[in-house]
């Protein structure tokens, strides 16, 4: 089993900017895949970012390229989102997802992943 945890949520102004972490926990494994989702009012949960199983390449929704970072530190089995130039649209419930044997074109697909986080909650708001 696989336990995920993420924090750093919070309310933030329009442009502002919030780094969110995840830690994993539990039967990793050495190579897996993790990403970000999000879950805005009212909509179904949204592909956010993600980092492949060896943690070389990265991949983003068009929406928040160019503003969002996506990194990993593998020793601490830690992700990270690094989000610049929030706006409204931003605001939504953010949610931590890890697969060991998730391929690289399911990597936006959020029925491929075995295991989530809680999520935590992000505010963009004047």
């Known amino acids: 089993q696989v336990q995920l945890e993420e924090s750093g949520g919070g309310l933030v102004q329009p442009g502002g900017s919030l780094k969110l972490s995840c830690a994993a926990s539990?039967?990793?494994?050495?190579?897996?895949?993790m990403a970000w989702f999000r879950q805005p009012p009212g909509k179904e949960r949204e592909f956010v970012a993600a980092?492949?199983?060896?943690?070389?390449?990265?991949y983003y929704a068009d929406s928040v390229k160019g503003r969002f970072t996506i990194s990993r530190d593998n020793t601490k089995r830690t992700l990270f989102l690094q989000m610049n130039d929030l706006n409204p649209e931003d605001t939504g419930r953010y949610y931590c997802?890890?697969?060991?044997?998730?391929?690289?074109?399911?990597?936006?697909?959020?029925?491929?992943?075995?295991?989530w986080g809680h999520g935590t909650q992000v505010t963009v708001s004047s």
């Open positions: 980092i492949g199983r060896t943690g070389g390449r990265t």
């Open positions: 539990g039967r990793t494994g050495s190579t897996y895949a």
């Open positions: 997802a890890l697969d060991q044997r998730i391929i690289t074109s399911s990597l936006p697909l959020a029925a491929q992943y075995d295991y």
